[in-house]
């Protein structure tokens, strides 16, 4: 089946001071297919964010190829494609307050897209938005209601309902619960994991925390320095890690579990500037196993014979793990 | 023998209440909060948003400024009430025995000035030192929170340090006057992940070694599983449960506290239909404190006599809980 979204070898640059080029997105190949969610996790500033955008089309590639929907989203003919891209998906953001109008109500906020997109009359939409409401747990009178109205995570449950308007086959959730209280939290990724069971939604997951990935993620893909550097269905990630990022990733986060706190910290060191990543591979300065190899050339992300993929230079894929 | 009523401990907060004077009324946003933090004991102050954790870690001292804040009850440091006490005397104690750690470094380093001088300033002027002891000092200090090429970095401007150094140098200030207490105030919630884990570390090995008090208030219970000894968990602005952090995760009391433990992903089996455990509804406004039990409209246990009169604290020995039907401690129960 083709997938929903698909990039090769995407690129995508800032400027960075004094002429200098931030590579935020640095050659990465990915593929959404339908129905599933695909996490991407990795440390602040490794690129997540802006690679969950630009495979909206957000952000503009500098280079690569991104298909969505089968069909070619960056050439200059792929523009009724580009068209179908912003009806079919949509995004969800980690502060509702900065994402959602101060000034409109929030039922002006979740009809907006099907104002834009030309769908329905007033009356319908009404009744669109009242549906939605009470979809995400929310009665459909606060839909007059301001957003300083409303507490973290009922916003987010206007944000969800707002991006679930177009009826979308991809939603793009950027850290749609690092701001929310773990309480509320717990509410919101239910919520989520609900509606893809629901409509057969695909999410593209982007966060920090890896418990919550964890549990809603299909698959996941992790981030180093503006590349994927290894990409495994979540069992096998969470259960079996390969690459030495992730394991020291899995093994930082803390457990909550008093029996197993002294764990030593896993890391030293600091993820580099994108500014100016390492040679080689970019985590050569990190890693507890570089060796001369590492600090030469970049290793490339090769598979399995069950698809785990993983970019390292000492990981063996053939063998049978010790 | 609860902490509390233990003869001397180094900090014992006690009746603690804050208010705020707002456009429509004063509020009362703590309500007689009762803790206390022993010698070479860490202990996390937990719970979600707005219950009341760094208003309480303000208020110690008197950093809340009032009005509009109203603070009320009582604070002991080291036998010295604080509540109400004169400025002067509370500069004294914040400068060398008191050091605090908050969330964004930036807000507790001067932009205009070397880390390093940020440092001996502090050691010139609460520890006594001269000039170039201060200056040598301030060195050694960087080196002991792990900053490479401590001397060389001393010299750097606050910006031009990543976040996870930057927390490391407000942790050496911290430190400078070794004090008997430090305040961390979610001192990790803006680093990533593996630097989380290190300044974590660093605080809590200092702490151990120091024999100081460590105070961390934090939302992360995964945090406080791995680097605290004891637990005050706070909703709505009371002190709901206290227990050492090995009892608590084991058996909470509170049906707050045990959501909360729940609700925590990864922390216990999901449900079967694979969702999370969650609380419903959210934590009222201030305004809205209900005199009884204020879990009670989110609350599986409520009862009648939940909603009828403000809840008591219960106390056994290390744990306390504000509950009517808490839940038992199973494992005791079981005769086991
Ligand atoms: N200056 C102020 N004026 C009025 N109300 C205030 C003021 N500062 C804090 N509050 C209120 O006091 C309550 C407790 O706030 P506090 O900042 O201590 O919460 P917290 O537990 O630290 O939350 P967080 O986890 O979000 O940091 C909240 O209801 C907050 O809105
Ligand atoms: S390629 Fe080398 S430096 Fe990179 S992760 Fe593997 S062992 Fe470590
Ligand atoms: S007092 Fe009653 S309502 Fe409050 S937490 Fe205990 S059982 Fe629940
Ligand atoms: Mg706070």
Redesign the interface.
């Known amino acids: 089946m083709t997938p929903l979204l698909e990039a090769e070898g995407l690129k995508v640059h800032y400027p960075g001071p004094r002429g200098a080029v931030v590579r935020a997105v640095d050659g990465v190949d990915l593929v959404l297919h339908a129905g599933e969610t695909l996490g991407l996790v990795g ?2 500033g490794c690129g997540k964010s802006t690679l969950g955008r630009a495979m909206l089309r957000l952000e503009p590639p500098a280079g690569g190829r991104l298909a969505a929907f089968g069909e070619d989203i960056i050439e200059r003919s792929g523009r009724k494609a580009l068209a179908t891209l912003r009806r079919r998906t949509a995004m969800i953001f980690q502060d509702p307050h900065a994402s959602l109008d101060p000034r409109m109500t929030v039922g002006q906020s979740i009809a907006e897209p099907l104002v834009v997109h030309k769908v329905g009359d007033r009356a319908s939409r009404a009744r669109r938005v009242a549906e939605l409401l009470e979809r995400v747990g929310l009665t459909p009178d606060v839909a007059d209601r301001r957003p300083h109205a409303f ?4 916003l987010q449950r206007v944000g969800i309902a707002r991006a679930l308007a177009l009826d979308p086959d991809v939603v793009v959730a950027d850290e749609p619960v690092s701001a929310l ?7 919101v ?2 919520l989520l ?2 509606l893809q069971a629901e409509r057969g939604l695909a999410y593209l997951f982007v966060a ?5 990935v ?2 809603i993620a299909h698959r996941v893909a992790v981030m180093y320095l503006g590349r994927v550097v290894e990409l495994a269905s979540s069992a096998a990630l969470f259960g079996a890690p390969k690459h030495p990022y992730t394991r ?2 899995l093994a ?10 002294d ?6 060191g ?2 580099p500037s994108p500014l100016d990543p390492p040679h080689g591979c970019a985590f050569h300065p990190r890693c507890p196993l570089a060796e001369d190899r590492c600090r030469a050339d970049r290793p490339a992300l090769r598979a399995d014979a069950a698809g785990h993929r993983v970019a390292c230079h000492l990981v063996s894929l053939d063998e049978p793990r010790a | 023998m609860s902490p509390t009523d233990s003869p001397d401990p180094l900090l014992h907060v006690d009746g603690l209440s804050i208010g705020f004077e707002t456009g429509r009324g004063p509020v009362q946003v703590v309500d007689a909060v009762r803790f206390a933090v022993r010698r070479g004991e860490a202990v996390a102050l937990v719970g ?2 707005g219950c009341g954790k760094s208003v309480t870690a303000k208020s110690i001292l008197g950093l809340l400024p009032a009005p509009p804040a109203r603070v009320s009850g009582s604070v002991r440091f080291d036998g010295q009430e604080l509540v109400g006490a004169a400025d002067r005397a509370l500069r004294r104690i914040r400068g060398a025995r008191v050091g605090f750690v908050f969330q964004d470094p930036m807000t507790a380093l001067n932009p205009v000035y070397r880390v390093g001088e940020q440092i001996a300033e502090r050691l010139r002027r609460h520890g006594g030192l001269d000039r170039k002891a201060a200056a040598q000092r301030a060195v050694e200090l960087l080196g002991q929170v792990g900053i490479p090429a401590a001397a060389e970095r001393s010299r750097a401007w606050p910006h031009e340090l ?4 930057r927390q490391r140098v407000v942790i050496a200030i911290a430190l400078a006057c070794d004090p008997d207490l430090v305040i961390a105030d979610e001192p990790t919630t803006a680093l ?7 300044i ?2 660093l605080l809590r090995e200092a702490q151990r070694a120091r024999r100081m008090g460590l105070l961390l208030i934090t ?9 605290v000894d004891r637990v005050v968990v706070m909703y709505a602005g009371q002190v709901v449960e206290q227990a050492p ?2 009892a608590l ?1 084991d058996g909470a009391r509170h049906p707050y506290t045990r ?3 729940q ?5 216990v089996a ?1 449900r079967a239909d ?7 509804g ?1 934590v009222p406004a201030p305004a809205d404190f209900p005199a009884s039990c204020r879990f009670a409209d989110r609350c599986p246990r409520a009862a009648d006599d939940c909603r009828a009169t403000p809840i008591p604290i219960s106390d056994a020995g290390e744990r306390q809980w504000r509950c009517l039907h808490p839940h038992v401690d199973e494992t005791a129960e079981a005769g086991t």
């Open positions: 440390e602040s507490s973290g995570g009922q209280d773990v309480s509320v939290q717990a509410g990724v239910n994991m609900d920090h925390d890896l418990k919550v964890e549990l020291a990733l930082a986060a803390p457990t909550p579990d008093p029996r197993r706190r764990d030593p910290p896993a890391l030293a600091e993820p | 979600e948003s990543s976040g996870g150094m990533d992940v593996t630097v989380q884990a290190q974590m570390r939302h992360d219970l995964g945090l406080v599983a791995r680097y952090v090995e995760f959501g909360l433990l609700a925590v992903p990864g922390a999901p694979g969702r999370l455990w969650s609380i419903p959210a």
